[in-house]
Nanobody
Framework: QVQLVESGGGLVQAGGSLRLSCAAS????????MAWFRQAPGKEREFVAA????????YYADSVKGRFIISRDNAKKMVYLEMNSLKPEDTAVYYC????????????????????WGQGTQVTVSS
């Protein structure tokens, strides 16, 4: 069982940066792959980024590739999402998710793959 708590959201101007954090409790965090998803008002939840258990493999949505970086610190049980060059269309509630599979696969971009979810943190990008 893993509990996830996101933080770091807020209001930022377009072009700015934010760093989201996801704190995990429970075991065994280090064997889980992790991901970030987001959901904007009136839209479906969408995949943002994923990272495997060791941090050696990552996936990104095309919309954030080159601007966002996902990373993890297994010793601290933390996952991060560094968001740069933010755009108004990045405005959403961002969710951290954990998958009991250690490795990334084709289904790592699907929300249904993930077993545990945080409560979300709001990111608002003003133009």
């Amino acid at each position: 069982q893993v509990q996830l708590v996101e933080s770091g959201g807020g209001l930022v101007q377009a072009g700015g940066s934010l760093r989201l954090s996801c704190a995990a409790s429970g075991r065994p965090f280090s064997s889980y792959s992790m991901a970030w998803f987001r959901q904007a008002p009136g839209k479906e939840r969408e995949f943002v980024a994923a990272i495997n258990w060791r941090g050696g493999s990552t996936y990104y949505a095309d919309s954030v590739k080159g601007r966002f970086i996902i990373s993890r610190d297994n010793a601290k049980k933390m996952v991060y999402l560094e968001m740069n060059s933010l755009k108004p269309e990045d405005t959403a509630v961002y969710y951290c998710a954990a998958d009991r599979s250690a490795l990334l696969a084709d289904n790592s971009r699907a929300g249904a793959t993930y077993d545990y979810w945080g409560q979300g943190t709001q990111v608002t990008v003003s133009s």
